[in-house]
């Protein structure tokens, strides 16, 4: 693991994508070179006593001038004081950001068949991690589909940069305003039970969401990697606030910030 950097970056750009979705575009071309998908960096929103603590974000995309890396992406919802903060900053204002950070996810090289799994606001590392996978498969026949859900239409972003990655989309709503009417589960269950069966289900959401993906592959014995999601303080093993219990014997507590964000499901007590 490369050591994480703590910097003051330059923001590129900071647009609204739907109500309460903000995209922000940072130069780092030192962090983003060695991120990979599924780390994260936690980001001061302001240079102030008020709030204390920095908020974790994925790393959602690369930015690129030609073959240099010049930064990157992260995608956020506006949920409380640190978001809000952090949506009303401009292009050209710094922020203080440290990173990468924790394990991401592992992208093996004989991958045919992906499945990607996302609520909500679960979208953001699901990009870098689809870019990096459709690389590493260039040259040979490859597969991904993404099972998408939100409560309403509004929570689906970025459909259109998986389609221009080649992505099959299955999308899905609670309220039924766009694509399939109820939880993103239900049609990846119909899916594995057509004869479907991918190499790996990548997901990223909220916690009953993963709870249940992991009772739907473990039936179809389908591996995973799951990105979680915790409170964090520190994101880099200091303050003990992200652990979460795990199922193996000797490592009773796991921290979310240094052993994961990403775990094999088998490894979390649910
Ligand atoms: C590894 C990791 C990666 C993340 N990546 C992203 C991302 O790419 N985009 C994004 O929008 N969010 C992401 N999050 C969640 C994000 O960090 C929180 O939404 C953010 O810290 C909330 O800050 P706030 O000050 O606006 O809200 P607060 O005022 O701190 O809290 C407002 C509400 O949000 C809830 N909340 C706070 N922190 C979290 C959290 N970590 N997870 C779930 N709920 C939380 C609180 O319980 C409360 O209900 C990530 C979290 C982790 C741990
Ligand atoms: S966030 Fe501090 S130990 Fe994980």
Redesign the pocket.
């Known amino acids: 693991m490369t050591m994480p950097l703590q910097d003051t970056v330059k923001i590129l750009w900071n647009e609204e994508q739907a109500p309460s979705?903000f995209k922000m575009g940072l130069a780092a071309p030192e962090l983003a070179r060695t991120a990979t998908p599924g780390q994260?960096v936690m980001v001061r929103?302001r240079d102030s006593i008020d709030?204390m603590?920095r908020?974790?974000?994925?790393?959602?995309n690369l930015l690129k001038d030609g073959g240099n890396v010049r930064g990157f992406e992260?995608?956020?919802?506006?949920?409380?004081?640190?978001?809000?903060?952090?949506s009303e900053l401009r292009a050209g204002e710094y922020l203080s950001v440290l990173g990468p950070?924790?394990n991401g996810f592992t992208c093996p090289k004989d991958l045919q068949n992906v499945f990607l799994v996302a609520g909500g606001?679960g979208i953001?590392?699901l990009y870098y991690l689809t870019s990096v996978l459709e690389f590493i498969a260039r040259n040979r026949p490859f597969w991904c589909t993404l099972f998408f859900g939100g409560r309403a239409a509004d929570d689906i972003l970025c459909k259109e940069a998986f389609q221009i990655l080649g992505v099959d989309i299955k999308l899905s709503t609670e309220n039924g305003s766009l694509g399939y009417k109820g939880l993103v589960t239900s049609p990846l269950e119909k899916e594995l039970a057509s004869g479907e069966r991918p190499d790996i289900i990548y997901a990223c959401g909220p916690k009953p969401m993963l709870k249940e993906i992991y009772q739907i592959a473990a039936s179809h014995d389908i591996p995973c990697q799951f990105?979680?999601?915790?409170?964090?303080a520190c994101?880099f093993g200091a303050c003990l606030g992200?652990a979460i219990k795990g199922t193996k014997k000797g490592s009773k507590y796991l921290h979310?910030?240094m052993e994961?964000?990403v775990f094999d499901p088998k490894l979390i007590e649910w």
Request: glycine fraction near 12%; aromatic fraction near 10%.
């Open positions: 979705y994260f929103v709030p603590l908020r974790p974000f994925s790393i959602h992260i995608l956020y919802k506006v949920v409380g004081k640190g978001t809000k903060i952090l950070l924790g606001i953001a590392p990105s979680l999601e915790a409170v964090m994101g992200c979310v910030c994961g964000p």
